[in-house]
């Protein structure tokens, strides 16, 4: 028997006018049609004379094992989602059920996405112009998806300052997941972000509520509601949300000049190359210039900003701090050589700001295969080390030498630094150890300013 079709359609939201031509003509075309009975309610005219198959809510991977089975018998089959078929939809239940079968592209039977409005967009379109800048999905659904997990999400979106759309956010048995998501989001965001709460977007009993993020928990919510959350920027005024795309950030206004700095048609001056430029520029003009207090001040990782400083830039900024990175492979070598530095200082950070400093001889440390440590007085420091750490050598104007560690994120891990004092303060220290460290080990590495 020859293989069938298998059309996997989003609906949009259910409504004729949310449908694309595309996927009326896909399930136009079906012999056989087979979705979740609440959906399949919704577009009940185009069903008349097929065989249609409905099942219950969280059956979808019958669905998908079922849909495949009739296109194998060479039935042309169109698997019906809401929204859009490829977020949070079918495409995926299917594909999987196709895959786990053996079937490859191009092989047996033939399969087409059809795309449709998903949730996301079509709130969004009811209560304005909220996601005109990054936004992301999260469902609050931890019915396959581990809560640790969730709330990973969340936190990242939070702090990066994304609108976030909220999918399934409550249900008759999930009742607190808004909640603890308000928690995590109250860490990073204004009580007063407005937020939009859309149940059944283009459907029977559609309506909308906007709130702001303190109010979000205790508003009602029910099965069939997105949330959308905004970010920083996004407003509510005269009953719409609306988020900035950051034209402000270059022009006086609509239509407006340029601001100062700014050139049409170019990035931003705290663009990719922009900002690094600005960090030089910062550093330069602080008496006490400060790596940490850089990475602080742009809520960047450290290892970003070390990178600005191992560039040479286009500006004409005095070099406060010059770094280069560890050249990958002789990481372990250059912390042996390390323990000829003479006295020291071990410093290790918590990102709270707490701080442990142990001062010590370079020749007291300890270097094994996963660790690097030190202990005086009482106090020892155990620092885990891991292949994926990379390691930074750090000059500031020859009066403060170092090597720092980063992790995989570029988040510091610790400081081992070596100071060289003026005319006033103690004997300087010898700094021919380092130099031939900073020679031998420094990738690109270049003289300080």
């Known amino acids: 028997m020859a293989e069938g079709k298998l059309f996997i359609v ?67 089959v169109a698997l019906v989602s ?21 079937w490859q592209p191009g092989q047996g039977i033939e399969v087409e996405v059809v795309p449709g409005i998903t949730a996301l967009s079509a709130c969004a379109a009811l209560v304005g112009a909220p996601l005109t800048h990054d936004f992301c999905a999260i469902s ?27 999918y399934n956010p409550k249900s008759r048995r999930r009742q607190g997941q808004i909640a603890a998501a308000q928690r995590i989001l109250l860490r990073y965001r204004d009580p007063a972000t407005p937020v939009a709460i859309v149940e059944a977007a283009y459907r029977e009993g559609q309506a909308v509520r906007l709130v702001s993020l303190a109010e979000m928990a205790a508003s009602a919510i029910g099965m069939l509601a997105t949330v959308l959350i905004g970010n920083g920027q996004t407003v509510c005024r005269d009953g719409l949300m609306a988020t900035p795309r950051g034209y ?21 001056s705290q663009g990719l190359n922009g900002w690094q430029a600005g960090v030089r520029r910062a550093l330069s003009e602080d008496a006490e210039p400060s790596i940490f207090a850089i990475a602080e001040r742009y809520d960047v990782p450290l290892g970003e900003v070390l990178a600005a400083f191992s560039e040479v830039l286009p500006d004409a900024s005095p070099v406060a701090f010059t770094t280069a990175r560890v050249r990958a492979g002789t990481e372990t070598e250059l912390l042996r050589a390390a323990r000829t530095w003479g006295r020291i200082c071990l410093m290790v950070r918590a990102p709270g700001g707490a701080a442990a ?23 020892r420091l155990d620092i885990h080390r891991s292949p994926t750490q990379r390691l930074w050598l750090v000059r500031r104007r020859l009066e403060v030498c170092g090597l720092h560690v980063v992790d ?11 100071e060289r004092r003026g005319a006033e303060g103690p004997a300087p220290v010898a700094m021919q150890p380092f130099d031939e460290a900073w020679r031998r080990f420094g990738e690109n590495a270049r003289s300080a300013g």
């Open 408 to 418: 995989a994120a570029g988040a510091g891990v610790c400081e081992l630094a070596l």
């Open 10 to 76: 989003g609906i949009g939201p259910g409504g004729a006018g949310q449908m694309s031509r595309q996927a009326c003509e896909a399930i136009a075309t079906a012999e056989v049609v087979v979705g979740y009975g609440t959906y399949l309610d919704l577009v009940p005219d185009l069903l008349a004379g097929k065989e249609v198959i409905r099942t219950g809510m969280t059956q979808e991977v019958e669905r998908a094992r079922t849909a495949c089975e009739h296109a194998h018998r060479g039935k042309t």
């Open 357 to 379: 400093e142990l001062r010590l001889d370079a020749a007291d440390l300890e270097l094994g295969e996963d660790r690097l440590a030190a202990g005086r007085d009482g106090l």
């Open 82 to 102: 809401s929204g859009d078929a490829g977020i949070y939809g079918m495409a995926g239940p299917a594909y999987e059920s196709l895959l786990q079968s053996g």
């Open 140 to 166: 609050l659904s931890d019915l396959l998806t581990p809560w640790p997990v969730i709330a990973r999400r969340l936190d990242a979106a939070a702090r990066g300052d994304f609108v976030i759309a909220l």
């Open 248 to 268: 402000a950030d270059k022009y006086e206004g609509p239509g407006g000049a340029v601001r100062p700095g700014e050139a049409r048609g170019r990035p931003l």
